[in-house]
């Protein structure tokens, strides 16, 4: 989308019948949800129809987003990468979050590699909610040598459902692993100026995406526009992540981006790959530490997919976090709604604990609980959606404000003891609480994490 | 639906290859597919194409504030810290220079509090005596050092504004940077605080924390502008409460360059997103030319230590030692690109990361060409 559509502009081309089998009540209302991308075209059935082909046609160019949606893999290990149509999350939303690729290389001893490979499989980490995952594997030649690299590859498949990318500049290399894993639509890496025909014709046979590499810009958008020239449309970016200058990276990624979203430039429409992996320091804890700031950096500023090699624990984490961060949609309310919750199968003698109702806070400790199984009633207090320090600092969490809603949910009769359990950070409004409400206020950790612990060796009714 | 078979023939025609071993796929798919080998028909071609960067010329920009006052400005700070200036976004080199880097201010508390593990370390002999602290915070590289009189807090020690400005001008003899003075955060007590602490620092043009719309911000204002200070102008999470704060200031006369705006710092995995939008929005209307929200911003990057993952010493989460500092230091960074100015932080390991990062980031764009064998091949 180059311009700001706005629903008339759609409006004019849906059927205009007003007949609900989308689900909207009128047409106008389809056209306001289409912009935000909350139904497809697909979903009116009358446009579906013959007569309305050409319409179709032109809504979905229309609604076609600057950086075109490339899917890798098949089945139900599709990885989804691009798809973005803004340049400010705030503008709208992010769409597909950043995909992460682990490196492996055909020259791992077997029992190295599968257990990189195990190690994707298996990475899940439960945040607020959401399983974060590693997406793909990214299988390097370091060998230089077809044969090896095919196996490699077939090692690599036959132990994973996760997308491959093939990297090689070879397209021999290249080829060779195609013939045994190109049913499962890796993602080719890379066409280059020398290499975009060959490999541009094994994209076309194996029917997988591609990536057009260049260091430059210009060289950048020949090679992605001679791939389309050949009819290929699935294509990724990789501009060159010269890592030891990421001013040069970070504008790279930022004109490809507005080229594709400003000024709808089919050639750079395409999702951008970052590769934090060549970060290149003698030290190896160094080096891990490098790779995650610079990880941080391309997915601040757009990378689709990042391919990483660091497998520890302690830089992933504050990656799959940071994209989690970046790819929730703003339009998302920050509070939830205030009021009295059971967490479990609560008693009359079951703990009460208080919370903010700033969404994040209060996921957390719903979790805490659940995990903890601890049976007990939360008091969720309207901060105007701010988590605890902040509404402590900015008054939004006070005694009164505790008071009131002990009241308003009618604590007493749920309960029968007087006391409730404050988060450790509200501790300042305690003897306040107290003297206003009459219930005694335990002053409970810090963090939601310690409330296991807490309740064990400090509640009794 | 139906597919016109006449159109189809019309397609194919002058196609010179035409695969279709597998034809299970939908009738988009195969239109898909088709339009495909159309085009490939057409000849295929490298064309030496050339790439017009689309550049932007804001017409607003940020306000230059000068914090710290040497000897000829009537203080006795060695040197003073510039922020803001910016003409473009964060390290967007390509089309702007943004005049000044990013700028760290280290956190001393005036009684000693509870700090996480890799934090406390780095601190443990220092933690009683606030102008110690400071020393040790510059000997660790700090441009600025933010005291914070969490002690005047009538529910931690009650300590009296007097006593704390004694802390400040022990903090102001003992290091020789520009300094930041922070309150307890409580509403009422702050004011009186602030006020007298901006009295005995005057004239060093501190950055006095915070105004806010929760207190009696005239009082802190009017002290600023008495004893030549920069007021920190704080908000949470709400731009258009920024916007109505930064406009009471100016409207009490306040210059643009005496104001630094805080809307606020969740850190990573606790709503992270929200300051980097709010940033990243306050950041373009400035640009856009808003007057009113054309002041450097500033970050508590110091909150990202309040996140479970930074401090917890949990096994699966992998050496704290390293997770910790990461935590404070992506943070950082995230917010440095949405906008922000100057980092209130506290890991000297975090602060290191973070301004390697900005070293790079800052570095002019013609460089060695890049190796590209290089990454596949590595071992
Ligand atoms: S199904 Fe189509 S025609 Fe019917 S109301 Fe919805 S958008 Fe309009």
Redesign the interface.
């Known amino acids: 989308m180059a311009k700001k559509l706005g629903p008339l502009d759609i409006y004019r081309y849906l059927p205009k019948t007003n007949c609900r089998e989308c689900g909207e009540k009128t047409c106008m209302a389809f056209a306001s949800q289409l912009i935000e991308r909350d139904v497809k075209l697909e979903d009116c059935p009358q446009l579906?129809k013959?007569d309305f082909a050409e319409k179709f046609h032109h809504l979905k160019e229309m609604l076609a987003p600057g950086v075109k949606e490339v899917t890798i893999g098949t089945g139900d290990a599709i990885v989804k990468i691009g798809g973005e149509e803004v340049i400010?999350?705030?503008e709208l939303k992010y769409f597909n979050q950043t995909a992460l690729a682990l490196g492996v290389?055909d020259?791992l001893e077997a029992d190295a590699l599968l257990k990189r490979v195990r190690y994707v499989n298996d990475f899940k980490f439960k945040?607020i909610g959401e399983e974060l995952t590693l997406d793909l594997i990214a299988i390097?030649?370091?060998s230089?040598d077809p044969e090896r690299f095919a196996q490699c590859a077939s090692k690599v498949s036959a132990e994973t459902g996760k997308p491959l990318v093939l990297?090689?500049?070879d397209p021999k290399v290249l080829e060779a692993a195609l013939k045994v894993v190109g049913g499962k639509r890796p993602l080719i890496y890379a066409a280059?100026?020398d290499t975009?025909?060959e490999v541009?014709k094994l994209a076309?046979?194996y029917r997988c995406p591609v990536v057009a590499?260049a260091?430059d810009?210009?060289e950048?958008?020949?090679?992605a526009?001679?791939l389309?020239?050949?009819?290929?449309?699935d294509i990724v970016l990789d501009p060159?992540?010269?890592v030891?200058?990421?001013?040069?990276v970070?504008?790279k990624f930022?004109?490809a981006r507005?080229?594709a979203i400003?000024?709808d430039d089919k050639?750079?429409g395409f999702p951008l790959l970052g590769?934090p992996?060549?970060t290149?320091a003698e030290n190896g804890?160094e080096k891990?530490?490098?790779e995650?700031?610079?990880a941080?950096?391309m997915m601040?500023?757009y990378a689709d997919l990042l391919v990483l090699h660091t497998q520890?624990?302690?830089?992933l984490?504050?990656?799959i976090?940071?994209r989690?961060?970046?790819y929730?949609d703003?339009r998302k309310p920050?509070a939830v709604d205030p009021g009295l919750r059971s967490i479990g199968k609560p008693t009359k003698s079951s703990p009460v604990l208080l919370t903010t109702n700033?969404a994040?806070?209060y996921y957390?400790v719903v979790s805490d609980l659940e995990s903890a199984g601890i049976a007990c009633y939360l008091l969720v207090i309207d901060t105007d959606g701010?988590?605890v320090?902040?509404s402590?600092?900015?008054?939004q969490l006070d005694a009164s404000k505790v008071k009131d809603a002990i009241k308003r949910v009618r604590l007493g009769e749920k309960v029968k003891h007087r006391k409730i359990v404050i988060p450790g950070y509200s501790?300042?409004i305690s003897?306040d609480l107290e003297l206003q409400s009459g219930w005694k206020a335990l002053v409970g950790p810090?963090?939601s994490?310690g409330i296991k612990e807490f309740i064990e060796k400090k509640w009794s009714s | 639906?139906?597919f016109?078979l006449t159109k189809l023939d019309e397609l194919l025609k002058g196609a010179e290859e035409l695969?279709l071993e597998n034809v299970d796929m939908s009738v988009g798919e195969l239109e898909l597919a088709l339009?495909?080998?159309?085009?490939?028909a057409?000849?295929?071609?490298?064309?030496?194409?050339?790439?017009e960067?689309?550049l932007m010329d804001f017409p607003g920009r940020v306000a230059e504030v000068e914090l710290g006052a040497t000897k000829a400005n009537g203080g006795t700070r060695k040197n003073v810290v510039r922020v803001g200036g910016e003409k473009t976004l964060p390290?967007?080199?390509?089309e702007a220079q943004n005049p000044y880097r990013p700028v760290i201010a280290y956190d001393v508390f005036d009684m000693k509090v509870?700090l996480a593990g890799p934090v406390r370390k780095h601190f443990e002999e220092v933690l009683e005596d606030p102008a110690e602290w400071a020393k040790l915070c510059v000997k660790y590289g700090a441009d600025l050092v933010t005291v914070h009189l969490i002690s005047t807090?009538p529910?931690l020690k009650d300590t009296s504004a007097r006593e704390a400005a004694k802390t400040v001008e022990d903090v102001l003899q003992a290091v020789k940077v520009p300094i930041i003075i922070g309150g307890s955060?409580n509403?009422e007590k702050d004011p009186e605080v602030l006020e007298k602490a901006a009295e005995v620092a005057e004239g060093e043009r501190c950055v006095i924390s915070s105004a806010?719309l929760?207190l009696d911000y005239k009082r802190v204002a009017r002290a600023c502008m008495k004893h030549g200070h920069v007021v920190l102008s704080w908000t949470?999470?709400d731009i258009n409460d920024q916007r109505t704060l930064n406009k009471h200031l100016l409207g009490l006369g306040m210059k643009k360059e005496d104001l630094i705006m805080d809307p606020?710092t969740?850190a990573?995995?606790?709503?992270?997103?929200?300051s980097?939008?709010i940033m990243?929005?306050i950041r373009?209307a400035a640009l856009k030319g808003d007057g009113d929200l054309q002041m450097p911003v500033s970050s508590g990057t110091t909150?990202a230590w309040?996140a479970?993952?930074a401090w917890?010493d949990a096994r699966?989460?992998?050496?704290?030692e390293?997770?910790g500092p990461?935590?404070e230091?992506?943070t950082a960074?995230?917010l440095c690109?949405?906008g922000s100015d100057l980092f209130m932080m506290m890991s000297p390991t975090a602060v290191g990361?973070?301004k390697?990062?900005v070293e790079?980031?800052?570095?002019?764009?013609e460089?060695e060409?890049?190796d590209?064998?290089?990454?596949?091949?590595?071992?």
């Open positions: 579906m013959p400010f999350r705030h290389h020259e945040r390097r030649s370091v230089g990297c090689s500049y280059t100026k975009w025909k541009g076309r046979k590499f260091d810009m210009s950048l958008k020949s090679v526009s001679a389309r020239s050949m009819g290929i449309e060159g992540s010269n030891k200058n990421l001013s040069s970070l504008g930022v004109l507005r080229a400003l000024k050639d750079l590769i992996a060549a290149s804890l891990t530490l490098k995650v700031m610079i941080a950096t601040d500023k520890e624990i302690w830089a984490l504050p990656l976090t940071l989690q961060n970046l929730t703003p920050v700033f994040l806070t957390t701010l988590g320090q902040a402590i600092a900015g008054g501790a300042r003897g810090m963090d994490s | 639906m139906k016109d695969e339009s495909a080998m159309v085009s490939a057409k000849r295929a071609e490298y064309r030496d194409l050339s790439f960067a689309l390290f967007y080199n390509f509870h807090d529910t955060g509403p806010s929760n949470q999470l606020t969740a990573l995995g606790y709503g992270l997103e929200y980097f939008s990243e929005r373009l909150n309040g479970r993952e917890m699966e989460w992998g050496d704290r390293k997770r990461l935590w230091a992506v960074l995230t690109l949405a990361l973070f390697d990062t790079s980031l800052s570095r002019p764009r460089v060409p890049l590209i064998g290089n990454w596949i091949s590595m071992r």
